[in-house]
C-alpha cells in the first residue's frame, strides 16, 4: 500500500485496506451456508463470543469522547479478528489440507529472510525505499521520526538499525518469526516427537534466527528462545533442555560480568542494547513502564473503561493514547475489567486445552494443536510491549488457526477424524 502511495494511486488505498475485511467476511458466510448440521459449541466458542458482543456495546454507545466512526474503528481494531476466530471454527477441518498452509508460511518466512539479507548488506531499510513514511503521515497522522525518517521503531538508543524485511515495522516482523518458528515446529515434529525438518524447513528456521537477530526486539527475542523451551518440554527433548539450562546459567555469569564492565559513557552495539534494558537507562523500556503505569492507573479510576479508541493504535492515529503498549492494558483501558478478565480467561484457557489436546491428537490435528498453543504462549511476552492483535497478518493467522483447532477437537468429540489426501 505504501508503494501503491508512492505511485500516486491514494484514491484506491481505503479499498485495498478493508478488502481483507470483506474478504473474511464472505468466508465466514459461505462456511455457515455450508453447515449440514448445527454446530456443537465449546466454553471457548461462548466466551470468544462475549467479548465480541460485549465491545460491540462499546462500540454502538455514546460510550467515551470519539465520534461513532472512529468507535467502530477502534472496535475493528479491538474485536474483529473474532470474526476471524469464527470462520476457522466453522472450516470443515477434514478439509483442510495443513501441510499446504504451512509451507506458504515457510516461504513467507524465506522470502522474508532474503529481503532481510539484502537490507543488511545495504545497511538500508527496505521502507526507505518504498513511500512508508509518507504513506504513515497521510493516512495514519503519524510523523516521520527517528533517525532514519521512519519511525523511531526503526532504530535503538544504541543507534543501531532495526530491520522490517517486508513487514510494517521490526516489531511486526519479529513477531512473524515467533508465529514462522510455531509453525516450522508444528509442521516438522511427527507423532513420536521425532524433528525432521526439509531442506525448506531448515532454510526457513534460518531466516527466522536472522529475522529475530536483526530486528533488535527485546521482547520477541526472549520469546523465541521461551518458545524453543516449551516445545523442548512438551516435546520430552531433554538435550534442549538442558542445554537452554546451561545457556541460562552462563548468561546470568555474563551479564554480571557486563555489569561490571559496562562503560555507561560508551554505548554501543548489542550489548548497549541489552544493558540498557536491563537497568532501564533505554528510553524505550522507560517509556513501556510510563505506558503501563498510565493505563493501570486510567483502569483504576474507570473500571468499565473510556471508550473505545482511548488507547492503542486507533487512539495513536487520533492523537489521545492512554496506556498503549500493552495488549492487554490497552483491552482494559478501552472497555474496562470486564473486557480484560474475558480476554485473560480465553488466552489461558487456549493454552490450558493445547497441552490436554497435544498428545491425544495425531497428524494434521496434531500440527494445527501445536502451532496454537506455541504460538499463544510465544505472543504471550509481545503483547505486555505492543499491541500485537493491531497487525492483521499475525493475529488473523493465531485465531484463523484457533478456530481451527477448536474445530478439530469439537469434532473428535463426536467421530474421529480420517487425514485428508497428501496430507
Given at each position: 500500500m505504501s508503494v501503491s502511495f508512492m505511485l500516486g494511486l491514494k484514491s484506491i488505498i481505503p479499498v485495498f485496506q478493508f478488502f481483507k475485511e470483506i474478504l473474511v467476511l464472505c468466508v465466514l458466510?459461505?462456511?455457515?451456508?455450508?453447515?449440514?448440521?448445527?454446530?456443537?459449541?465449546h466454553l471457548l466458542d461462548y466466551l470468544i463470543f462475549a467479548f465480541l458482543g460485549y465491545t460491540f456495546i462499546y462500540a454502538i454507545l455514546p460510550i467515551g469522547e470519539h465520534t461513532f466512526f472512529e468507535r467502530l474503528l477502534a472496535f475493528k481494531s479491538t474485536s474483529f479478528y473474532i470474526v476471524v476466530y469464527f470462520t476457522g471454527r466453522f472450516f470443515d477441518a477434514r478439509t483442510i489440507y495443513?501441510?499446504?498452509?504451512?509451507?506458504?508460511?515457510?516461504?513467507?518466512?524465506?522470502?522474508?529472510?532474503?529481503?532481510?539479507?539484502?537490507?543488511?548488506?545495504?545497511?538500508?531499510?527496505?521502507?526507505?525505499?518504498?513511500?512508508?513514511?509518507?504513506?504513515?503521515?497521510?493516512?495514519?497522522?503519524?510523523?516521520?521520526?527517528?533517525?532514519f525518517g521512519l519511525s523511531t521503531t526503526f532504530d535503538s538508543d544504541s543507534g543501531l538499525r532495526r530491520f522490517a524485511s517486508f513487514f510494517s515495522n521490526p516489531l511486526e516482523h519479529a513477531a512473524a518469526t515467533l508465529l514462522a518458528l510455531a509453525v516450522i515446529a508444528a509442521l516438522f515434529t511427527r507423532d513420536n516427537n521425532r524433528f525432521k525438518p526439509t531442506k525448506m524447513g531448515l532454510l526457513a528456521l534460518a531466516a527466522t534466527a536472522l529475522s529475530i537477530t536483526f530486528a533488535i526486539s527485546r521482547a520477541p527475542l526472549a520469546a523465541y528462545f521461551f518458545m524453543i523451551y516449551i516445545y523442548a518440554l512438551i516435546t520430552k527433548k531433554k538435550y534442549i533442555t538442558n542445554v537452554v539450562h546451561l545457556g541460562v546459567a552462563a548468561g546470568a555469569i555474563y551479564l554480571f560480568y557486563l555489569f561490571t564492565q559496562f562503560d555507561a559513557n560508551n554505548k554501543s552495539g548489542l550489548i548497549a542494547v541489552l544493558m540498557?534494558?536491563?537497568?532501564?537507562?533505554?528510553?524505550?523500556?522507560?517509556?513501556?513502564?510510563?505506558?503501563?503505569?498510565?493505563?493501570?492507573?486510567?483502569?483504576?479510576?474507570?473500571?468499565?473503561?473510556?471508550?473505545?479508541?482511548?488507547?492503542?493504535?486507533?487512539?495513536?492515529?487520533?492523537?489521545?493514547?492512554?496506556?498503549?503498549?500493552?495488549?492487554?492494558?490497552?483491552?482494559?483501558?478501552?472497555?474496562?475489567?470486564?473486557?480484560?478478565?474475558?480476554?485473560?480467561?480465553?488466552?489461558?484457557?487456549?493454552?490450558?486445552t493445547g497441552l490436554k489436546w497435544l498428545n491425544q491428537l495425531k497428524g494434521k490435528e496434531r500440527k494445527v494443536c501445536m502451532a496454537v498453543l506455541l504460538i499463544k504462549i510465544g505472543f504471550f511476552i509481545p503483547m505486555l510491549t505492543s499491541e500485537v492483535e493491531s497487525s492483521s497478518y499475525l493475529s488473523y493467522m493465531n485465531w484463523l488457526l484457533s478456530g481451527l483447532f477448536v474445530s478439530i477437537i469439537m469434532q473428535q468429540h463426536s467421530t474421529p477424524l480420517q487425514p485428508a489426501p497428501n496430507d
Open positions: 458466510t459461505l462456511n455457515i451456508l455450508s453447515l449440514r448440521q448445527r454446530p456443537r459449541f495443513i501441510n499446504k498452509y504451512f509451507n506458504y508460511v515457510i516461504l513467507l518466512t524465506i522470502a522474508a529472510g532474503a529481503v532481510l539479507v539484502v537490507e543488511v548488506m545495504m545497511y538500508q531499510q527496505l521502507q526507505l525505499f518504498t513511500g512508508f513514511a509518507e504513506y504513515c503521515y497521510y493516512f495514519f497522522n503519524i510523523e516521520p521520526a527517528g533517525l540498557n534494558t536491563i537497568d532501564f537507562s533505554d528510553p524505550s523500556s522507560v517509556g513501556h513502564i510510563v505506558q503501563w503505569v498510565e493505563g493501570i492507573l486510567a483502569m483504576a479510576q474507570s473500571p468499565m473503561g473510556l471508550g473505545l479508541g482511548t488507547s492503542g493504535r486507533v487512539a495513536g492515529t487520533l492523537g489521545e493514547n492512554v496506556g498503549g503498549e500493552n495488549q492487554f492494558i490497552i483491552i482494559g483501558v478501552q472497555a474496562g475489567i470486564i473486557a480484560l478478565f474475558l480476554y485473560l480467561a480465553i488466552y489461558i484457557l487456549f493454552v490450558k
